[in-house]
Each structure stands twice: as structure tokens, then as C-alpha cells.
């Protein structure tokens, strides 16, 4: 009979659990130059965590040289795609292998429900690891037509180092998204997760070099927003990958372009508007729907469908199903598997989201929530909170807030809802809820985002869809074949045969 993991389970397992804080550099973990550290703190009970490397110049330096010596001796650049894919379905068999100690880091680090870690986050993490090492020897060059007294070729060859500036909302996720295509491609990658969350990221590193990982290959620098500039400003990094807020991904680009003109990929945040029309097919589950898209991980999701909009003639049935709906996202103890929610991820978001919240008190209808909570532990909870706006002029409909505050906007026509969605300088995410097919056709069509949801939200996790946004929500793509191309240079090779 399988162990009923429950709280108890993993309040224990949390006592004898080994926290590495030290950078992995070169194939081993390793003490910051300085011997500098800063401390993790866990969003659970705002107790400390660890104490972690803080990185400076001279550690990135050590990095990207053990990335740029791996990549150039050939140690995994040189290897035989077949065996890079072997090496690292081992890997993802170890992530498999170490699921309960890894979801147990990053529920401690980031205050994420344990069911959301073990259910959604480390079987996430491990499918993408798994989809890209199975598409490495399935990626073939061209041989173009061209004048019979020449033959050519168009390869893809890995562009060298690769440096990966991932976020704290989904620690593991995120940088999943960023190195196992990097990896696959024959790159070598040097990840610098949040100083928030930095535990997982480490830890799995020591398993990259137990599959077999080369050392030098996977390197993890831990410290600031200073340490992700020195990457960004490094004249040996060939390309830098981020996923986080729009100014500092101004920073990095402006960096890059500043140094060695660097490639730069960017998923920034987004304001997603989730498109309800009268007709509708389901009401009800539009609006569960509508809850999980803005209220699942305490709405730290980028793409998280923070508008609602709901045409005029529904708005009071849609508006009272999803109070009703709301109720199920009450924070609970991070660490109590019936949770649904748990912590905002320290007190500086915590105020932020606080902040906003006031904001929208004085130019909306609080319908719902609005509250702190302290009766879990010491952390930082909020209730779901909903607002029902009078237009889309409010601040709290146009600025992205990263927490779990609802805005709903009534609407008259396809046409007001469709230019309501497309006035932000966002472009992430939207979704269009109807029975109509010209109305669906004419929505997809006209949405500025880059990802289009009809009658669902966020529902399907399928690596072979590409994820990013349009206008400020950055650029590149995330998932699918498309983000392996961004680790790549395309070579013409171009011979005269007579």
C-alpha cells in the first residue's frame, strides 16, 4: 500500500533535508570567491533557509571559462546527438527518480502548494527534459536546389555559451524551459536562478553530473540582479536567455548590445485578457476557469488571465458562478497536500500586491477578498481578490500586479472587447469563450498575443506549442522546435563541384 504522503509526511521530511547553498562551477560545488553568502528565506514562515553563494564578477568569470573550455574541447558540443539524447534521459530519470526531495525545495523556496510541486511543477520540469532530448536526433539540415555545378548545405550548429536568468514563480520550470534546449542543441549553459529560489537549481546540478553531464557543461551561479549584469555584459557569453520583468529585460538587452552584441531572448509579463461572450457554451466553467487562471500559484503566473472580460448580458450570472468558483482558492499551508494556494513569495511582493489592492479600492467595486491572512503561519498570504471594474481605464486593469487580484470589465460588442484586450503593451496571453465560430475566428485573429486559448485557459501542457508573447512581453519562443532553433546558428555551406 503506497505511503499517504500528507503534512505530516512532508513537515518531516523537511527536518532532514541537505540544502546546498554553494555555486556549481566546473563539474563541483564551490564557495563564492569572496566567500560572500546571502540567505534564502522561505516564504512558508519567512524563516531562513540557507545560506547561498553570492557570485560575483570573478566567479561568473570561472563559469563561462568552464562553459567556454567544455564547449570548445567538444566534451558535449562534439558528442554524437544519440548520445547527448542518452545522457540526458538519464538525467531526467534522476529528476524522476528524486521527485518528492525536489518538489519539497521548491515548495520550501517558493511557498508553492506541495500538490502543485509534485503534480504539476517536477512532472513539467521532467517532460520538457525528456520532449527535447528525444528531438535531438530528429533535427536534420537542408540541402537546397541550387545551380547543378555547386552542392550545399544549410546545418545548425550550437551558437557556444549560453547563459540562462530564470524567474521565482516556477523555479525549476522556467529554467527547464531555457536549458534543456540549450543543452540539447550541444550548447554549454550557465544557469543563474532567482536569489529567491535558488535551492532546487542546485541541487539538480549534482545530478546533471551524475547522468553524466561533462563538466563545465551545466554550470549555477547563485546571487543578485548583479550577477545576472555580469552575464549579461560578458564578452565570452554568446547568448543570454531571461524570463522575468520588462525593465530588467530592457537591462539585459541594453547590456548585450553594450558588449558583444550577445543573442537575447525575452519572456517578460503580461495583462491577459480572458474574453467571455453571451453565448458561451458553459458559464459555470468559464468561470472556474477564469479563477484558476488568475488565482493558481497565487497568481505569480505571467500568463496569468488577470482581466476578465465578460460581455454586459451574462456579467451577473458569470460574476456571481465565479465568487462561488473563488472560494476554492483560499491560501492553506504550503506543505498540507489539500492545499490549493499558498504564500506570496516574500514580503516585498507581498506589499506590492498590498499596494495595488488599495489602488484598486479607490477606482473599483472590491467584490471580493482584499484581506491578509495570518492564521497559517508567518509567511505572506493573501486572499483571491476580485474587482469589478466600470471600463479598462483603471490602473489596476492596464498594470501588471503578479498576484492574486481579478479584474473584471464588462463589455458591449466583439469589437470592444477585442480592442480592450490589445490596449496594453502586453501581448502574453488571452483567451475567447463562444459558440460562434465567426466570433472565435475573428478573436484568435485579431488578439495580439501569443498564445490563444478558446472555451479553455491554460488547460493543456503540451511542449510541442510555442510560448512567448508579442509587442513588450518580450521576444524568441519557449517550447516546440522553435526554441531549439534559438540556441542554434544556421551555416551555408557551399561547395563548387565542376
Same mark, same amino acid.
Given at each position: 500500500?503506497?505511503?499517504?504522503?500528507?503534512?505530516?509526511?512532508?513537515?518531516?521530511?523537511?527536518?532532514?533535508?541537505?540544502?546546498?547553498?554553494?555555486?556549481?562551477?566546473?563539474?563541483?560545488?564551490?564557495?563564492?570567491?569572496?566567500?560572500?553568502?546571502?540567505?534564502?528565506?522561505?516564504?512558508?514562515?519567512?524563516?531562513?533557509?540557507?545560506?547561498?553563494?553570492?557570485?560575483?564578477?570573478?566567479?561568473?568569470?570561472?563559469?563561462?571559462?568552464?562553459?567556454?573550455?567544455?564547449?570548445?574541447?567538444?566534451?558535449?558540443?562534439?558528442?554524437?546527438?544519440?548520445?547527448?539524447?542518452?545522457?540526458?534521459?538519464?538525467?531526467?530519470?534522476?529528476?524522476?527518480?528524486?521527485?518528492?526531495?525536489?518538489?519539497?525545495?521548491?515548495?520550501?523556496?517558493?511557498?508553492?502548494?506541495?500538490?502543485?510541486?509534485?503534480?504539476?511543477?517536477?512532472?513539467?520540469?521532467?517532460?520538457?527534459?525528456?520532449?527535447?532530448?528525444?528531438?535531438?536526433?530528429?533535427?536534420?539540415?537542408?540541402?537546397?536546389?541550387?545551380?547543378?555545378?555547386?552542392?550545399?548545405?544549410?546545418?545548425?550548429?550550437?551558437?557556444?555559451?549560453?547563459?540562462?536568468?530564470?524567474?521565482?514563480?516556477?523555479?525549476?520550470?522556467?529554467?527547464?524551459?531555457?536549458?534543456?534546449?540549450?543543452?540539447?542543441?550541444?550548447?554549454?549553459?550557465?544557469?543563474?536562478?532567482?536569489?529567491?529560489?535558488?535551492?532546487?537549481?542546485?541541487?539538480?546540478?549534482?545530478?546533471?553530473?551524475?547522468?553524466?553531464?561533462?563538466?563545465?557543461?551545466?554550470?549555477?551561479?547563485?546571487?543578485?540582479?548583479?550577477?545576472?549584469?555580469?552575464?549579461?555584459?560578458?564578452?565570452?557569453?554568446?547568448?543570454?536567455?531571461?524570463?522575468?520583468?520588462?525593465?530588467?529585460?530592457?537591462?539585459?538587452?541594453?547590456?548585450?548590445?553594450?558588449?558583444?552584441?550577445?543573442?537575447?531572448?525575452?519572456?517578460?509579463?503580461?495583462?491577459?485578457?480572458?474574453?467571455?461572450?453571451?453565448?458561451?457554451?458553459?458559464?459555470?466553467?468559464?468561470?472556474?476557469?477564469?479563477?484558476?487562471?488568475?488565482?493558481?500559484?497565487?497568481?505569480?503566473?505571467?500568463?496569468?488571465?488577470?482581466?476578465?472580460?465578460?460581455?454586459?448580458?451574462?456579467?451577473?450570472?458569470?460574476?456571481?458562478?465565479?465568487?462561488?468558483?473563488?472560494?476554492?482558492?483560499?491560501?492553506?499551508?504550503?506543505?498540507?497536500?489539500?492545499?490549493?494556494?499558498?504564500?506570496?513569495?516574500?514580503?516585498?511582493?507581498?506589499?506590492?500586491?498590498?499596494?495595488?489592492?488599495?489602488?484598486?479600492?479607490?477606482?473599483?467595486?472590491?467584490?471580493?477578498?482584499?484581506?491578509?491572512?495570518?492564521?497559517?503561519?508567518?509567511?505572506?498570504?493573501?486572499?483571491?481578490?476580485?474587482?469589478?471594474?466600470?471600463?479598462?481605464?483603471?490602473? +489596476? /486593469? $492596464?498594470?501588471?500586479?503578479? @498576484?492574486?487580484?481579478?479584474? #473584471?470589465?464588462?463589455? !458591449?460588442?466583439?469589437?470592444?472587447?477585442? %480592442? +480592450? /484586450? $490589445?490596449?496594453?503593451?502586453? @501581448?502574453?496571453?488571452?483567451? #475567447?469563450?463562444?459558440? !460562434?465560430?465567426?466570433?472565435?475566428?475573428? %478573436?484568435?485573429?485579431?488578439?495580439?498575443?501569443?498564445?490563444?486559448?478558446?472555451?479553455?485557459?491554460?488547460?493543456?501542457?503540451?511542449?510541442?506549442?510555442?510560448?512567448?508573447?508579442?509587442?513588450?512581453?518580450?521576444?524568441?519562443?519557449?517550447?516546440?522546435?522553435?526554441?531549439?532553433?534559438?540556441?542554434?546558428?544556421?551555416?551555408?555551406?557551399?561547395?563548387?563541384?565542376?
Amino acid at each position: 500500500m503506497p505511503e499517504l504522503k500528507d503534512r505530516a509526511y512532508w513537515l518531516e521530511k523537511a527536518k532532514t533535508l541537505r540544502l546546498e547553498g554553494r555555486a556549481f562551477i566546473d563539474g563541483v560545488y564551490v564557495d563564492a570567491h569572496s566567500r560572500a553568502t546571502f540567505c534564502t528565506y522561505s516564504p512558508i514562515d519567512a524563516l531562513p533557509l540557507a545560506p547561498v553563494a553570492l557570485c560575483a564578477s570573478a566567479d561568473v568569470d570561472l563559469a563561462v571559462a568552464a562553459a567556454r573550455r567544455s564547449f570548445e574541447v567538444g566534451v558535449w558540443s562534439g558528442l554524437a546527438p544519440r548520445e547527448r539524447k542518452s545522457v540526458l534521459l538519464k538525467w531526467a530519470a534522476l529528476l524522476e527518480a528524486h521527485t518528492d526531495e525536489l518538489a519539497l525545495l521548491e515548495s520550501l523556496d517558493s511557498g508553492k502548494p506541495i500538490a502543485d510541486t509534485t503534480g504539476g511543477d517536477l512532472p513539467g520540469t521532467i517532460y520538457c527534459l525528456r520532449w527535447f532530448a528525444e528531438l535531438i536526433d530528429k533535427v536534420h539540415g537542408e540541402v537546397p536546389a541550387t545551380d547543378p555545378r555547386f552542392f550545399g548545405t544549410v546545418t545548425h550548429q550550437p551558437l557556444g555559451v549560453v547563459a540562462a536568468v530564470v524567474p521565482w514563480n516556477y523555479p525549476l520550470l522556467m529554467a527547464a524551459w531555457k536549458f534543456s534546449p540549450a543543452l540539447a542543441a550541444g550548447n554549454s549553459v550557465i544557469l543563474k536562478p532567482s536569489e529567491k529560489t535558488p535551492l532546487s537549481a542546485l541541487r539538480i546540478a549534482g545530478l546533471a553530473v551524475e547522468a553524466g553531464i561533462p563538466a563545465g557543461v551545466f554550470n549555477v551561479v547563485t546571487g543578485d540582479g548583479a550577477t545576472g549584469r555580469d552575464l549579461s555584459l560578458h564578452g565570452d557569453v554568446d547568448c543570454i536567455a531571461f524570463t522575468g520583468s520588462g525593465k530588467v529585460g530592457r537591462e539585459i538587452a541594453k547590456n548585450a548590445a553594450a558588449s558583444n552584441l550577445k543573442r537575447v531572448w525575452l519572456e517578460l509579463g503580461g495583462k491577459s485578457a480572458n474574453i467571455v461572450m453571451a453565448d458561451c457554451p458553459d458559464i459555470a466553467q468559464a468561470a472556474r476557469s477564469a479563477a484558476a487562471a488568475i488565482f493558481a500559484n497565487m497568481g505569480q503566473v505571467c500568463s496569468a488571465g488577470s482581466r476578465l472580460l465578460v460581455q454586459r448580458s451574462i456579467a451577473d450570472q458569470l460574476i456571481q458562478e465565479l465568487l462561488d468558483a473563488t472560494d476554492d482558492y483560499q491560501p492553506g499551508h504550503p506543505l498540507d497536500p489539500d492545499s490549493v494556494t499558498g504564500a506570496i513569495i516574500d514580503g516585498v511582493q507581498f506589499e506590492r500586491v498590498c499596494e495595488y489592492i488599495e489602488i484598486g479600492k479607490q477606482e473599483a467595486q472590491l467584490l471580493k477578498g482584499g484581506n491578509s491572512l495570518s492564521h497559517i503561519e508567518s509567511g505572506a498570504y493573501l486572499e483571491p481578490t476580485i474587482f469589478l471594474a466600470k471600463d479598462s481605464s483603471a490602473r +489596476i /486593469a $492596464n498594470e501588471e500586479i503578479f @498576484g492574486p487580484v481579478l479584474v #473584471v470589465i464588462p463589455f !458591449d460588442t466583439l469589437e470592444e472587447a477585442i %480592442a +480592450i /484586450a $490589445n490596449q496594453t503593451e502586453y @501581448g502574453l496571453a488571452a483567451a #475567447v469563450w463562444s459558440s !460562434d465560430l465567426k466570433t472565435i475566428h475573428t %478573436a484568435t485573429r485579431q488578439l495580439k498575443a501569443g498564445t490563444v486559448w478558446v472555451n479553455c485557459y491554460d488547460e493543456l501542457v503540451d511542449m510541442n506549442f510555442p510560448f512567448g508573447g508579442f509587442k513588450e512581453s518580450g521576444n524568441g519562443r519557449d517550447n516546440s522546435a522553435h526554441a531549439l532553433s534559438k540556441y542554434t546558428e544556421l551555416k551555408s555551406t557551399i561547395m563548387r563541384c565542376g
